[in-house]
């Protein structure tokens, strides 16, 4: 099956920094979907983007399919962004498939 | 919408007691649902995909007669734990496609339920 790896995976920032996460798939995929996991442990769907770029306020992403990457970009980090991150990715017919995170520390 | 639900959000049982979790689609009809687990600190882990009015599909090392996944409607899939023991105390996740939706390939993640087993 498909392989999921994720980088870096802790991340200690000041609050008002950028940041960027990747993740890299070891195969083509129809899905990758990033999310945020919050305290409670709900997963927050941040976006779906199997290809192309994609903004939602301070934060973007880019899947770059043909060389199976894509990248989580934070502007201006504030202590709420503070979480896991975890990226997933599948091919038709399976399910999605999860990293292993990026734990996200941002102090003020 | 593609809003999906899990019941109980929190359980503490015995252990050797059987503990059912419910997964619902609440605004869409789910042909197929997933079944995942999360122990503290790690990634989700997929246990099990569950197809409506079919057995559901097991990944390797996930036992099929401790893990009853049934689907019986286009809205519910659920999950009882059998049997179960501290080893089994984890953070349980379901997710569902929407295959009528724009993006047919899109995971929908319920809130999920915390199982503590003593």
């Known amino acids: 099956g498909i392989q999921v790896e994720q980088s870096p995976p802790d991340l200690i920032l000041q609050e008002g920094a950028n940041s960027t996460l990747r993740c890299n798939f070891s195969d083509s995929v129809n899905n990758l979907q990033w999310f945020h996991q919050n305290p409670w442990g709900q997963l927050i769907n941040l976006f779906y983007i199997p290809s192309g770029t994609k903004q939602n306020g301070r934060l973007s992403a880019t899947t770059v399919a043909t060389e199976r990457y894509s990248l989580l970009y934070i502007s201006s980090s504030q202590t709420t962004d503070s979480g896991v991150y975890f990226c997933a990715a599948l091919q038709a017919g399976t399910a999605l498939i999860f990293g292993k995170g990026t734990t996200l520390s941002v102090s003020s | ?118």
Request: hydrophobic fraction near 35%; include cysteine; charge should be positive.
């Open chain 2, 1 to 118: 919408g593609a809003v999906v639900s899990q019941h109980p959000s929190r359980v503490i049982c015995k252990s050797g007691t059987s503990v059912k979790i419910e997964c619902r689609s609440l605004d869409f009809q789910a042909t197929t649902m997933f079944w995942y687990r999360q122990f503290p600190k790690q990634s989700l882990m997929l246990m099990a995909t569950s197809n409506e009015g079919s057995k559901a599909t097991y990944e390797q090392g996930v036992e099929k007669d401790k893990f009853l996944i049934n689907h019986a409607s286009l809205t519910l899939s659920t999950l009882t734990v059998t049997s179960a023991h501290p080893e089994d105390s984890s953070f349980y996740i379901c997710s569902a496609l929407n295959p009528s939706g724009a993006r047919i390939y899109e995971q929908y993640f319920g809130p999920g339920t915390r199982l503590t087993v003593t």
